[in-house]
């Protein structure tokens, strides 16, 4: 108690021995006494920390004394005001506490700050101001004058670090997966599920070339440091999603073959008056991919289909699946795909491979049947046909100008243009009529879904 009285926060005490009444044997001894004798200086910091040191008052000779924790309980008994202070702290905890049960999602600024203060040396009384706007008075309450000036100092500072604005932009912090306003809705609904409805930041997401960044702007830089926190836990939670999607494989849900843990390659023949049949028969017959379809041409390939597989692979199907996980927007699209002079049923099991391309390293599909019918393999009786009709993950797909596709640098493309997953390019042109193929560089961005037999 005289510590905290006293106007410079020291105090000093005097002792014989070192501990526990034991006398020193130290040399340095006062004239006419048996013993050495110390002081024991103790004075708290701005912080209000403890610091005690032991000076010989021979010598002069100055060192700290060790501290020992002491329990609660055990402190009680020892030191009567301890324990008053201690209450006195858990009591302002256990208040806000409560208050965070009963509603709010943090404790305030004030009330942050107030477990800080050093126990017993300062209190706070807060009351609300409601003439003309509503506001908050605090009272500052201390045993002496300079504590209390000490305090309204600290607190002045702590409110002019709170009230500044903080603010820090993460750079390409988000996958284009979605729009930016709704990426900054997602995120604050994710806050407000954690922190309530007050949030104490402000979100702007923005796209910066092929990615989004987000801006958090905030009153004072501890609330800043907290949405740093839930932006990283909030990124980090979107990507386990992704991942745990893209391993759950979903298999077409009209694959004729029933057993799911069958491995390997099965041909499983479509009814010919069934509505599946019927599809493909149109999906043949018309352009696809990426022709639009109020102009896409019909009827443009006439010869007689007389057989339709699936193609039921799941190893090659997982490839597929999952490369069209990674894709922003998938894009799929029917094609067309003849094998020249590769059996059709090589292509699907074994996949598409680049390496057998007859241009550059791309692999050549068609949206016209027609086009794809000069580089099919005939049947053993010469009599058949089969073309291979694919579902292509085109994603963000690059379409030259017509003028500069067949130039030599078009044409040897081993990739497509960076930020593009596949190139659409002119490959035939009859008059008026315009022939497109939409072009891989990846040998699991297509999958052989129909063997197709034709006359």
Known sequence: QELLNSPTMSVTRMLLGDRQGVPSLSKHKEDGEQYARYN???????????NVQQR??????LRPVRQSVLVPEKAFEELPLYKKMWEAAKERYDRICEEREEGLAMPSFFDRWFIRLPPGLCSIDRSTVTSGSDAESLILSALQEQHCEEAKAKLTMEIDKA?????????GALKPSESAESARDDFQDWMASRLGEDLPLAVTVEATGLDLSVKLTSLGKQNLEIGRLLLKSWIQERERAILAKQAEVQFPENWLSVDNEAEGLDFQPVAPDSLEFAKVEELMRHETGLAPRETARQDLFTNKIVKVEQVIHRNLWRKYYRFRQLLDNPNEVWVKHGTGSTDPALVCENGFNRSYSMRDQGIYTAENAHSSD????????QTQKQMLLCLFAAGKVYQPPPEEYCQTTECQRKEPP???????????????????ALISYQDNQIYPFYRVTYE
């Open 40 to 50: 024991i200086e103790m004075q708290l910091d701005d912080a209000g920390n403890l």
């Open 418 to 436: 960076k930020g593009f997953d596949s190139i659409r390019g002119i490959v035939k042109r009859v008059g008026q009529d315009v022939d497109f």
């Open 374 to 381: 000069g580089y099919v393999m005939p049947t053993d009786d």
């Open 163 to 171: 009230e500044c604005k903080a603010e820090e932009t993460f750079p």
């Open 56 to 61: 010989n008052r021979k010598s002069g000779f």
